[in-house]
């Protein structure tokens, strides 16, 4: 996709699978985009 709110909804759900006991310092999100073959 190309949608920021999509990335954004998408990482704030992964985010949320995990136990958030401790304060996040700095957080990553890595997008890839591959062209299609034509």
Do not use: S
């Not at 990482?11 to 996040?24: G, H, N, S, V």
């Not at 957080?27 to 073959?37: A, R």
Request: charged share 25%; net charge negative.
């Amino acid at each position: 996709t190309t949608d920021p709110a999509t990335v954004t909804r998408t990482a704030l759900a992964i985010l949320d699978r995990f136990d958030l006991t401790r304060p996040i310092r700095l957080l990553g999100v890595g997008v890839d985009y591959t062209m299609p073959e034509q």
